[in-house]
Antibody, heavy 123, light 111 residues
């Protein structure tokens, strides 16, 4: 059974870059049609889908965050990562990584989630 | 606010049934498949339903779902105390800004 674990700094200063890594265990990140996603949750906005990346490097980001988001994959470490630049207090959230067994958008869903990590943006 | 609309809370006694609605539009639920997630506090969210009405292996048949037009419904029968959690619906939105969208979540309370 695949498991996902988020890691990274819990506190980020305003205007700096938030960086998180998700480690995949129990399965290969290079699995066929699987895409690897990031989602965040805040009390104000609820769950917000950030985007996905495929092990090939193909990616798609939420248009509302696209200018600030970069995702990457490290197949040698079975990890994928999120970078969010120029953060503000509005980026304070619980960040989840998850796997999606498809990149076909109308069938899209997340089948395995990490437990989430809280990231606070504050000076 | 969330693109998909869910009731904030529902409740019922153990053994009873709860129904959670998820209302959207033609750009999301109307033309794409719906999934449902359970989130118990402090744990990883879990998919209960995908492709509108399919359960992953290991999900009991007490959880069922359906879709009609631009709305979807999750039904939990034989309610158990362990079912007390937040439940979210989700679907791809194929509108101008294509993105996966979620409902705000429904808190299920077992009385």
């Amino acid at each position: 059974q695949v498991q996902l674990q988020e890691s990274g700094p819990r506190l980020v200063k305003p205007s700096e870059t938030l960086s998180l890594t998700c480690t995949v265990s129990g399965g290969s990140i290079s699995r066929g049609a699987y895409s690897w996603t990031w989602i965040r949750q805040t009390p104000e906005k609820g769950l917000e889908w950030i985007g996905y990346i495929h092990y090939s490097g193909s990616s798609y980001y939420n248009p509302s965050l696209r200018s600030r988001v970069t995702m990457s994959v490290d197949t040698s470490k079975n990890q994928f990562s999120l970078k969010l630049t120029s953060v503000t207090a509005a980026d304070t959230a619980v960040y989840y990584c998850a796997s999606a067994p498809t990149m076909t958008t109308n069938y899209y869903y997340m089948d395995v989630w990490g437990k989430g990590t809280t990231v606070t943006v504050s000076s | 606010q969330s693109v998909l609309t869910q009731p904030p809370s529902v409740s019922a006694a153990p053994g009873q049934k709860v129904t959670i609605s998820c209302s959207g539009s033609s750009s999301n639920i109307g033309n794409n498949y719906v999934s449902w997630y359970q989130h118990l506090s402090g744990t990883a969210p879990k998919v209960l339903i995908f492709d509108n009405d399919r359960r992953p292996s290991g999900i009991p048949d007490r959880f069922s779902a359906s879709k009609s037009g631009t709305s979807a419904t999750l039904v939990i029968t034989g309610l158990q105390t362990g079912d007390e959690a937040d439940y979210f619906c989700g679907a791809w939105d194929s509108g101008l800004s294509a993105v996966y969208v979620f409902g705000a979540g429904t808190k299920v309370t077992v009385l």
